[in-house]
Every structure is written in structure tokens, then in C-alpha cells.
């Protein structure tokens, strides 16, 4: 037992032993999914026949019949041809396509590494999110020796339910997450020009992450007005200022290319007043209208996960203040508070699996808080236990939503 002890402890101050283990098991976990669809990829990509069209696809995926489909979809699509801004095309229709189109690294990502072929496309999906979860691993371990932070930070991040819902739903957030962790690993090792250009990408792969970089991006101004040195302070400052620029442009952009903002009314509709979607969430979970229906087994554990959210956001904002005074941690306390923010403005995240995802970000930044400043034992460990009974709640909802 001693050994495996300190076969683990090792293993999670070592980056590269870490991640290959973290992808590892998040293979085994979907492998039930794929073994019941004969190993096809395309299963993550959660294709509806409303927004599909089988005939018309270039390479056959699995279909649902009489369905919306899911997020993945789009995410395809784009991966096919990232540079053709049709609404309808390859067998695929967009929803919503000057919203969908702004979320561009993800796919883009997949379409070079599918070598632009369609046939490839659901697997590389799949395994750059995949990947992606090792890139997490690896800087999470980084910035845990980085910041000296507690060894069993890493597997705190990596218990994260979300994750495993993005990783079978073919969504942006891991590879969101990832940006967003290689950024902060460049900006704590002081590689100001590395951080601008993972912190812009992270922007363009989910919006929401230029809340947390704008966050940072104030802790340099602050730290530029009151420096000395002013040689050495400005230039961090119009770095962390650029890492930001990109994803407004590119959002303007669609409005040019679709004729439409993003932000029209449809992407509106996902915002509501603070808390409301949140409350409106417990509700459903209470009733069943947002979670399970009649299944109360699905119902109670989103009442569970809901509440598990609540006192994990209770704790980092009690370490917000002493973390606003420690140098290194006052950036993610600066990009965590407008992010948690936001997240309880979201309207439409708060159904089915959906928060979870939506919330990877807030969590991963929130884990690193917490760890700056430990709770007592019995408190971390019942956390960490939490963590785990949510993510495997969230692998069971997975496993049985994709039996079709």
C-alpha cells in the first residue's frame, strides 16, 4: 500500500508520466460507448437528423432520427471545411452559424489533423480532445511544482465531471481548458509573448475565456501604474492587452461573413439575470423537466452536483481576499471572480450534463485557488470524494445516453 502511495505522488509531480496516464483511463471509460457502436467515433459527434442530413454527408457518421442533435455537430461540420461559410453544406445546417462559427480552434484543430480528409474527422474529433486531456494533466502538474501547491492538485482538475462529458459530446472545452492551463504555465514562468498566444487561441476556442484573461490583463494594469520600473511592467501590460485582441476582430468578422452578429437573438436567449438559470436548473432537477424525466436516480444526482458546485464556489470566494494579496495567485483570483460571473448569468447551460461542461473552465482556475490555500484534511478529502461521485455519475449518464 506504502508503495502504491508513493508510486502515485511521483506519478503526479511528473507531467509526462501523468498525462499519458490521464488519457489512458479517460480511453477506458468511453470505450463501452464504443465498443456497443462497433468502434465508431462518429457516436461522440451526436448528429440529429433536424440538422443532418445522411444522405448528403461527404462520409457517413451515425445519425440520430427525429433529433436536434448536440453541439458536436456543428463542431463537424466546421471541421470538414473550416473556411466555407455556408449555412448549409456537406450535409450539415447550422443553427445559429455566426455563434457556432466563432468557437473556430477546435475544429480547425481536428480539420489538420483529419489532413483535411472527411472520413477522418470523427476520429480526430475525438482523439484531439483526448489528447487534450493529457495537455491538461501536463500543465496542471506544472503549475502545481510552479506555484507549490499540494501533489494531489492535478487529480483533483482531472476529476471534473465536464470532462468527461465534453470528451463524449465532441464540445470545445477541453481544448479550452488546455489552452487556457498552457497560458497561465507560460505567464507564471514569465513567457509573456507564449501566454498572449495561447491566451488568444483559448479566447477563440470558447468566448468565455477572454473573461478570465481580461481578468489577468487587469492585475498588469494595476501592476504597471504602481511599478517603478516602468520599462519592464509596460510591455507585459500591451502583451496581455494583445492576447485579447484577436477574438473581438474574429467576432466581428462573422457579422461580415454571415450578415449577423453573434450575439443576435438566439445567443441572447443563453443569458439571463445572476442565478437565475442556475435556480431555474434546481428546479427542473427537482421536478424532472431538466433532468431525467422520471429517472430519480439522475434527478438526485443533479441535486447532488448542483450543491457540490455551490460549496466549491463557497470556497474559493472565501480564499479570494488572501488570494488578491499573494503575487502569484492574484492574476487567477482577478480571471475567476468575472468568469463565475458569468457562468451564473448562463440561462440554458443550467440542463441535462450541460453546467458541467460549461463550467470546466471555473473549476480547473477555482482547484488551483483552493490548493494556494489548503482546507483542513477531512474537508479536502471530502471534496476530492465529491469530485469522484460526481464523475462517475457523469460517466453513467453518458454511457446510458449514448446506448441508441
Not at 179 to 184: D, Q
Not at 250 to 255: A, C, H, I, L, N
Not at 278 to 286: E, K, N
Request: proline share 6%.
Amino acid at each position: 500500500m506504502v508503495v502504491h502511495h508513493v508510486s502515485l505522488t511521483k506519478a503526479l509531480r511528473t507531467p509526462r508520466a501523468f498525462a499519458p496516464i490521464a488519457m489512458l483511463v479517460y480511453l477506458l471509460a468511453v470505450l463501452p460507448i464504443l465498443a456497443l457502436h462497433r468502434f465508431d467515433p462518429s457516436v461522440f459527434i451526436i448528429a440529429g437528423d433536424r440538422y443532418v442530413d445522411a444522405v448528403k454527408l461527404v462520409s457517413p457518421i451515425i445519425v440520430r432520427a427525429h433529433s436536434d442533435g448536440y453541439d458536436g455537430q456543428f463542431y463537424y461540420r466546421m471541421a470538414l471545411a473550416p473556411f466555407a461559410f455556408k449555412a448549409e453544406a456537406f450535409g450539415v445546417r447550422y443553427d445559429n452559424p455566426a455563434w457556432r462559427t466563432q468557437r473556430i480552434v477546435y475544429p480547425l484543430l481536428a480539420w489538420a489533423a483529419a489532413f483535411g480528409r472527411a472520413d477522418l474527422v470523427p476520429l480526430s474529433l475525438f482523439l484531439l480532445n483526448l489528447f487534450g486531456i493529457g495537455v491538461i494533466t501536463f500543465f496542471a502538474v506544472s503549475l502545481t511544482a510552479l506555484l507549490n501547491l499540494p501533489p494531489l492538485t492535478p487529480l483533483a482538475v482531472l476529476l471534473w465531471p465536464g470532462l468527461i462529458v465534453s470528451l463524449t459530446h465532441d464540445t470545445t472545452e477541453i481544448i479550452a481548458c488546455a489552452l487556457l492551463l498552457g497560458a497561465l504555465d507560460m505567464y507564471v514562468r514569465g513567457r509573456i509573448a507564449g501566454y498572449a498566444v495561447l491566451a488568444a487561441l483559448a479566447t477563440l476556442t470558447r468566448e468565455t475565456s477572454i473573461v478570465f484573461f481580461f481578468g489577468v490583463f487587469c492585475v498588469e494594469g494595476i501592476r504597471a501604474v504602481r511599478s517603478v520600473p516602468w520599462p519592464e511592467s509596460w510591455p507585459r501590460l500591451l502583451l496581455a492587452g494583445l492576447a485579447l485582441a484577436p477574438f473581438p476582430i474574429w467576432r466581428q468578422m462573422q457579422f461580415i461573413l454571415w450578415g449577423q452578429s453573434p450575439l443576435n437573438d438566439a445567443a441572447r436567449d443563453n443569458v439571463s439575470w445572476p442565478f437565475g438559470g442556475f435556480l431555474h436548473g434546481i428546479a427542473g432537477a427537482i421536478s424532472g423537466a431538466s433532468f431525467g424525466g422520471d429517472h430519480l436516480a439522475v434527478r438526485g444526482y443533479a441535486l447532488a452536483a448542483l450543491a457540490l458546485l455551490v460549496i466549491f464556489c463557497g470556497m474559493v470566494t472565501l480564499r479570494l481576499k488572501t488570494a488578491f494579496r499573494t503575487a502569484a495567485i492574484a492574476p487567477l483570483a482577478a480571471g475567476w471572480l468575472p468568469l463565475a460571473a458569468l457562468m451564473t448569468m448562463l440561462a440554458t447551460a443550467w440542463v441535462q450534463t450541460s453546467f458541467l461542461r460549461a463550467f470546466s473552465e471555473c473549476f480547473i482556475i477555482g482547484c488551483l485557488i483552493i490548493a494556494s490555500q489548503p482546507p483542513p484534511q477531512w474537508i479536502g478529502r471530502a471534496l476530492v470524494s465529491g469530485c469522484a461521485f460526481a464523475a462517475a455519475g457523469s460517466w453513467a449518464i453518458c454511457v446510458e445516453s449514448l446506448r441508441f
